[in-house]
C-alpha cells in the first residue's frame, strides 16, 4: 500500500499537482467506501426468520439474564435479528419462559405486579418453539402479535446485556420474557 504514507496530506513541500491528485485519492477512496457500505447488509427485522435452537439450561440461561430466584424449569432461546456479518454488532433476542416454585412465584408475580405496566407492544411472529409451547393466539392480530394488558418490562429480569424488554405471568402461572440486546 504505497498510497499510505506517514506524512501529511499537505505540506508545503508538495505542489499543487500533488495536492490535487492526494484530494482525487481521497475523493474516490471515500466514494469506494461509501459504494460499499451501502452495499453490504444490515440489521433488519424482515429478514427470514432464523430458527432458534431451544435450551433448557438455567444455568446458562443465568449468564444472559438476571435469575433471582431461581426457576424450576426454563426455556430458551437468544435468535440472531437480522444479517449476521452485517456492519454493526449482531442484535439478538431472548425469549423465555420460565415455571417457579409456589413461594418464588408468588415473589416474582408481586415483583412484576409493582414494575410499570408497558403501552402494548408490537412484534413479528415469535420462535416456532414458543409458538409450540405456549397459547399466544389472545396476543395475535393479523400478522403479528400485540403484547397488551398486564405486561412489566421485566425489571426483575434485567441484566447488563439484556436491558429492553417485556415480562408477563401467563394464564398458566409461568412466566414470559423477551429482551432485545444490540
Known amino acids: 500500500m504505497a498510497w499510505i504514507t506517514a506524512r501529511p496530506a499537505f505540506t508545503r513541500s508538495k505542489t499543487r499537482r500533488e495536492r490535487i491528485a492526494c484530494v482525487k485519492h481521497l475523493a474516490r ?56 456479518g452485517g456492519l454493526g454488532p449482531t442484535d439478538n433476542e431472548l425469549w423465555a419462559v420460565l415455571r417457579y416454585s409456589e413461594a418464588d412465584l408468588a415473589a416474582i408475580s408481586h415483583a412484576l405486579k409493582t414494575d410499570a405496566s408497558l403501552p402494548p407492544i408490537t412484534l413479528d411472529a415469535p420462535p416456532a418453539w414458543l409458538l409450540a409451547e405456549v397459547d399466544l393466539s389472545r396476543f395475535k392480530h393479523g400478522a403479528d402479535y400485540v403484547f397488551e394488558g398486564p405486561v412489566s418490562p421485566g425489571a426483575p429480569f434485567a441484566s447488563n446485556l439484556y436491558t429492553i424488554g417485556f415480562a408477563l405471568m401467563l394464564p398458566d402461572e409461568r412466566v414470559l420474557i423477551r429482551f432485545g440486546s444490540t
Request: hydrophobic share 50%; charged share 15%.
Open 29 to 84: 477512496a471515500l466514494a469506494l467506501t461509501a459504494l460499499v457500505m451501502m452495499a453490504a447488509p444490515g440489521c433488519s427485522e424482515s429478514q427470514p426468520a432464523k430458527v432458534a435452537e431451544v435450551q433448557t439450561d438455567i444455568a446458562l440461561l443465568a449468564k444472559f439474564i438476571t435469575l433471582h430466584p431461581a426457576p424450576v424449569e426454563a426455556k430458551w432461546s437468544v435468535t440472531p435479528i437480522g444479517t449476521e
